[in-house]
């Protein structure tokens, strides 16, 4: 019955038969209505990170910074447009945002050691910048593009030797197209190559459903083209 965001801790072995309401706990409330999308854990220090796209209102966006043990919650970035997927390069120590709503459809790069905004990538050709996830090595996103129903992958630029610009614009390149209104994109989390969640596999979510009669939405699977690998190689030097 309480108004505005609430991050949740679900219980992912809970009994079925338990109500609803005892198969989570609430870590966190935040201080806006929904709409609220991407969600990562920086595994240094524990904390997570929250984006609310703010209603789809032009500098409304806000990226919260929560830290469950201590039950606080402050807006690490404000003043975005439309923020909705969040990403941490957990070997850097960069946060990644989308920006939904950006005439650019940009992705906002924080430096969570510096405490700075120290990047934003504008992706050339995307039509809405949904949630994404990293490469394996953290030098491209692979990103889901809503009304393009298609996943695209481009790089961050960190290979690269010179420094990081303000407005640094990628190209981008198509992976997956004909999926339904994709809102998502994750990685596989096992090393095992036998796992169907292998690392080297993405999953993409299907969206768009408006009502309970939608039914047909599906969670797809695939694999990195060898072509793409081969030119994504190249473009790095390796």
Known sequence: GDSGCVVADVDAFANASLAP?????????????????????NEETGLLYASNQGSFVP??????????????????????????GAFVDQERGRLYVSETLSISHSVLVYDLRAHALIGRIHPRGVSTLDDFTLSADGDEIVAADFLDNSCVRFDTGVYRRRPWRLHLPENVYALVSGVTEPTSVR?????????????????VTEGGGLNAKVTDRRVLAFAMPSDQVDASDARRGR
Request: proline share 2%.
């Open 21 to 41: 309401q005892q198969t989570y706990t609430i870590a966190a409330r935040l201080d806006r209505w929904c709409l609220g999308d991407g969600l990562a854990i």
């Open 187 to 203: 990685r596989g989390c096992s090393t095992d190559r036998r796992s169907g969640f292998n690392e080297e596999l993405y999953f």
């Open 59 to 84: 500098r409304n966006g806000v990226v919260y910074e929560i830290d469950v043990v201590r039950g606080m919650v402050a807006p690490l970035l404000s003043g975005a447009f439309g923020t909705d």
